[in-house]
């Protein structure tokens, strides 16, 4: 069962067994006037394949669709086709809700969410927002930190350990002198300063002595131009 879609709409599609849940949320829906309701129907029967064809913005689920999503699913979709799915009426229990947030699913409510809070939730998921009760939020924390602690983040580079005639160098090739004039200036010979600059280059890892100028500053090294 669909309605006329309007460009300018948030087209909703209803993936939800409880019946009388369904009808509530398809009443409420339709007396919005940035809603329409392009179909529904429930996941608990064989869902036709045009129905989950249906062109459509946000997909509203409930306990039982969120029993059949997969790891990454909700958030595959959101990528390939830019809708994304918000879950109603659920349980407030952790595991359930981290499954659901595993799987991708930007908007959860529980059973005690109001008429306003669905609307409301559904608009803010529509605008790329995420949405979850606020119990939940210190869940979501304690997940990142579990993630991280299991896949630590990469050391940042150490800073290079620049002697000071390499601090010099760099500081003439950051005004632009050339390699003999630098080695002029230093009392060098022009292969040394090549050396020097060369070790430099492969210590900071760039390509280039601008690049390397660069790299040693944000390392905070003091180099004027």
């Given at each position: 069962?669909?309605?006329?879609?309007?460009?300018?709409?948030?087209?909703?599609?209803?993936?939800?067994?409880?019946?009388?849940?369904?009808?509530?949320?398809?009443?409420?829906?339709?007396?919005?006037?940035?809603?329409?309701?392009?179909?529904?129907?429930?996941?608990?029967?064989?869902?036709?394949?045009?129905?989950?064809?249906?062109?459509?913005?946000?997909?509203?689920?409930?306990a039982f669709l969120a029993g059949r999503l997969r790891a990454g699913f909700a958030a595959k979709?959101?990528?390939?086709?830019?809708?994304?799915?918000?879950?109603?009426?659920?349980?407030?229990?952790?595991?359930?809700?981290?499954?659901?947030?595993?799987?991708?699913?930007?908007?959860?409510?529980?059973?005690?969410?109001?008429?306003?809070?669905?609307?409301?939730?559904?608009?803010?998921?529509?605008?790329?927002?995420?949405?979850?009760?606020?119990?939940?939020?210190?869940?979501?924390?304690?997940?990142?930190?579990?993630?991280?602690?299991?896949?630590?983040?990469?050391?940042?580079?150490?800073?290079?350990?620049?002697?000071?005639?390499?601090?010099?160098?760099?500081?003439?090739?950051?005004?632009?002198?050339?390699?003999?004039?630098?080695?002029?200036?230093?009392?060098?010979?022009?292969?040394?300063?090549?050396?020097?600059?060369?070790?430099?280059?492969?210590?900071?890892?760039?390509?280039?002595?601008?690049?390397?100028?660069?790299?040693?500053?944000?390392?905070?090294?003091?180099?004027?131009?």
């Amino acid at each position: 069962m669909t309605d006329c879609v309007p460009g300018s709409s948030i087209r909703a599609l209803l993936l939800i067994e409880n019946r009388l849940l369904r009808e509530a949320l398809v009443r409420l829906f339709r007396k919005r006037p940035d809603f329409v309701v392009v179909g529904q129907t429930s996941p608990a029967d064989e869902m036709p394949l045009g129905i989950l064809q249906t062109p459509c913005d946000v997909w509203v689920g409930d306990a039982f669709l969120a029993g059949r999503l997969r790891a990454g699913f909700a958030a595959k979709c959101a990528m390939l086709s830019g809708r994304k799915i918000i879950l109603v009426g659920m349980e407030p229990g952790e595991e359930q809700f981290i499954g659901a947030v595993r799987s991708g699913v930007t908007g959860y409510l529980l059973q005690d969410a109001s008429a306003s809070d669905v609307v409301a939730a559904v608009r803010a998921v529509f605008r790329g927002e995420a949405v979850c009760p606020r119990q939940f939020c210190s869940i979501l924390f304690r997940l990142v930190a579990q993630m991280s602690a299991e896949i630590p983040l990469p050391d940042s580079p150490a800073k290079p350990d620049l002697t000071l005639r390499q601090q010099q160098l760099v500081t003439l090739v950051a005004k632009g002198l050339t390699n003999k004039e630098i080695a002029s200036h230093l009392n060098l010979s022009e292969f040394t300063v090549r050396n020097h600059i060369h070790n430099i280059l492969k210590q900071v890892d760039a390509s280039s002595r601008s690049e390397a100028v660069e790299t040693i500053r944000a390392y905070g090294y003091t180099i004027s131009a």
